[in-house]
């Protein structure tokens, strides 16, 4: 049987057929013996991975847990569907599905990668309020970052090192059940085992290194990639020069903040004071 070739680049769906088919073929499916598995015909799957016909959140949620993927075909998904994301962010994302380590370092909110579905829907629910975006895309955006953060479960899970300003604790968002989830949340995280998360304190002062928001991923040919946002975009650093100099001021973050056993200490004491407040 002849196998028509798919150019990737052809369409905003194209990507998502290319990866749906190797996908499956990695996993040694017919598209009969897949469709069966997620709930469509053997004809409608081949129109998806032809890129003829745009797959449902259904499909790219039920193919990803039967093929193992670790989420990214939700994630394609929702990257496609999604036009309310940071101009650059997407090219980010691609990579950090693939990234061996993730460093993070967030001020004033807690980073979309550990944040709960309610913690985010407050967040984007904001933005709207301040006309920032519609009802519709702050939605779009909290499943966009729910499926983002499937990359944690993926095997082997990357190694994930967040770096937390201590406003990120104390600022209230959504209100204190909200806070006291997503506290909870953070203190559960830190027990697995490829997940540190540090507070950098406020008393670190002038002493803290990055005033805005950064990234960096590690990826499996230990290139390291750079990533930060101004307020109309974001934007990945390649330069060898500039992503050390980066580099160098988050080991110095992270020698600079408390360790992890006191930054779950800290992250508890503000959950128990909301918890008590709430009562």
């Known amino acids: ?13 194209a990507a998502f057929g290319v990866q749906l088919r ?27 991975e032809l890129a003829q016909r745009p797959p449902s959140l259904k499909l790219a949620e039920l193919a990803d847990q039967e093929l193992k993927t670790g989420g990214t075909l939700t994630l394609m998904y929702w990257q496609l569907k999604h036009t309310a994301l940071h101009e650059g962010f997407p090219e980010y994302v691609n990579y950090e599905s693939r990234a061996e380590q993730i460093r993070v370092f967030e001020i004033n909110v807690i980073p979309g990668i550990l944040q709960t579905r309610a913690y985010a829907t407050a967040v984007e629910v904001g933005y709207a309020r301040q006309g920032n975006a519609t009802q519709e895309k702050a939605e779009e955006r909290v499943e966009f970052r729910l499926a983002r953060q499937q990359v944690l479960d993926r095997d082997p899970p990357p190694v994930l090192h967040a ?12 209100g204190r059940d909200v806070m006291v989830e997503q506290l909870l949340h953070l203190e559960r995280l830190a027990d697995r085992s490829n997940i540190v998360i540090q507070v950098a304190p406020h008393e670190l002062g002038e002493r803290l290194p990055f005033t805005r928001m950064i990234h960096l991923l590690t990826m499996p040919s230990r290139k390291v ?3 930060g946002e101004t307020e109309q975009r974001g934007y990945i650093d390649r330069d060898l020069q500039s992503v050390a100099a980066v580099t160098k001021g988050y080991d110095r973050l992270g020698v600079e903040s408390m360790n992890q056993a006191d930054s779950l200490a800290m992250i508890r004491m503000v959950r128990r004071d909301l918890e008590w407040t709430s009562n």
Do not use: F
């Open 1 to 13: 049987m002849n196998k028509k070739t798919i150019d990737p680049t052809s369409s905003p769906w």
């Open 22 to 48: 190797r996908s499956r073929e990695a996993a040694g499916l017919t598209q009969l013996q897949l469709s069966k598995k997620v709930d469509c015909t053997a004809s409608h799957l081949s129109y998806v």
């Open 163 to 174: 770096v937390l300003d201590e406003s990120c604790l104390k600022r209230l968002i959504g």
């Open 225 to 227: 990639l750079a990533y």
